[in-house]
């Protein structure tokens, strides 16, 4: 005899309330979000409960793009990394700042939230001149609208140390094209300002008082000038100590339960500080080698160590194993086209009963000639294709790397041949050596 089965009935009524489905999607698609939508996606998510015209988020984890904007067009176009990083120091590790403040060049009515694990700053802007005070002081919401902000903060956290290699070689580019174009608005305004001092300094004025206000007001402005071109150096750099000390962090929970004896090495405190792409891509390899050495069997015992030499960040990570490790498998040809991103180089010695010792050098200074990748528009796997072409692989491999058919490889390939102007592979490859790819 069959038995029937009772219908499946879909609870639909909660007691009390309905369902916010609204939030729920909302919640959803921040914890999916890529880097580029995720402001955006913050600021449809919080605006039912914060109003505001424009959301901006300021991260030292990004370093190519450290600012993600959304709203009000010239707040997104004019913001700066000096008016935030000013912002920043009256907001609380913990609690809600409102208040007003200079934004996109002129004082606006602004709500603020940190991110305590990655000093993350959260702003959202108000028009007019005291709404953003009452709003943020009356809001209810402030719990929800506070675990909404961290997860998007998480999850900037989470995509960073996943990223991809077309990622840290766009971020190297915008680092290193930030730092030329600042420095030649220092040179530029640096002078000038020298100028107006000398001229001011060189007793043809009678005035004394006017000489005295005119030397006072350019020093001021040249300090200030100074001070911000230190801001955005610092904004790109890590110190080499703070760097292995997050990476012990990340690794302490894997390391705790393992039962494998993992030994780490510290820097040197003076060592250079690190640009934040290479800092970012040295933990993400350590953890990637960690991970692999610790599947092998018979591994007891992992160090790792780093160092500096004054132009490279020198990582040495070795296992007590019986030197069995693969170097063909995914995931270490994954972290080895991490290293190729960064100009930098991996050397693996698996020494048959004694383990495995692994290498990695990473430049500290980005290549002469940085990659303009912006400039091709390429899109993410468009630049990985190249990159391994770049590198001299052929389709089959760039195939298996990239885990994807030699067909889908063809296609990007004539895709690049489009957007780069040439005609044939050779042309495509020389082009990339001569923009810095390797």
């Known amino acids: ?89 009256q907001v609380a590790a913990k609690g809600p700042w409102a208040g007003t403040a200079q934004i996109a060049g002129r004082q606006r009515q602004a709500f603020a939230l940190r991110y305590a694990p990655s000093n993350a700053l959260l702003v959202i802007t108000y028009p007019g001149t005291a709404g953003g005070r009452q709003q943020a002081g009356d809001m209810e919401n402030l719990d929800l609208v506070s675990y909404l902000w961290e997860m998007a903060a998480r999850r900037i956290q989470e995509k960073v140390k996943d990223a991809p290699p077309s990622y840290l070689l766009e971020s190297r580019a915008a680092s290193a094209e930030r730092i030329r174009v600042t420095g030649e608005l220092v040179d530029l305004h640096s002078t000038t300002l020298e100028t107006i001092l000398a001229a001011a300094r060189s007793g043809s004025l009678d005035d004394a008082t006017a000489r005295a206000t005119v030397s006072d007001a350019a020093a001021k402005a040249l300090v200030e000038l100074r001070t911000h071109n230190d801001q955005t150096a610092e904004l790109v750099k890590e110190p080499v100590a703070t760097a292995f000390e997050r990476l012990c962090e990340d690794l302490r929970p894997l390391t705790r339960f393992s039962g494998i004896d ?4 510290e820097p040197p405190l003076n060592g250079r500080a690190l640009p934040g792409e290479v800092a970012i891509a040295a933990r993400a390899i350590v953890r990637g080698l960690l991970l692999a050495m610790m599947e092998q069997p018979e591994v007891r015992r992992v160090r790792t160590q780093w160092d500096c030499d004054g132009e490279n960040l020198l990582i040495n990570v070795r296992d007590d194993g019986r030197g069995g490790l693969s170097t063909d498998a995914p995931n270490m040809e994954r972290l080895q086209r991490r290293v190729q991103a960064l100009d930098g180089r991996m050397e693996v010695d698996l020494m048959p009963g004694w383990g495995a010792d692994i290498s990695v050098t990473l430049p500290l200074d980005p290549p002469a000639s940085p990659a303009d990748v912006s400039g091709w528009n390429l899109a993410a796997r468009e630049l990985e294709v190249l990159q391994l072409l770049a590198a001299g692989q052929r389709n ?17 390939v004539r895709n690049l041949f489009r957007k780069l102007g040439v005609a044939s592979r050779t042309e495509a490859i020389a082009l990339a050596h001569s923009h810095g790819l390797r």
């Open 262 to 265: 993992v030994q780490f090495i």
């Open 396 to 412: 089959r491999s760039i195939a298996a790397a990239l885990n994807i058919s030699e067909n889908t490889v063809k296609f990007h």
């Open 1 to 89: 005899m069959i038995e029937s089965t009772p219908p499946v009935r879909l609870v639909t009524d909660f007691p009390g309330t309905a369902l916010p489905w609204p939030l729920l999607r909302a919640v959803a698609r921040i914890a999916e979000a890529p880097l580029s939508a995720i402001a955006e996606r913050l600021h449809e998510a919080v605006r039912p409960y914060t109003g505001g015209d424009a959301l901006v988020i300021f991260t030292e984890e990004c370093t190519g793009r450290p600012q993600k904007k959304s709203g009000d067009g010239e707040v997104v176009a004019r913001v700066s990394i000096s008016e935030l990083q000013q912002l920043r120091e």
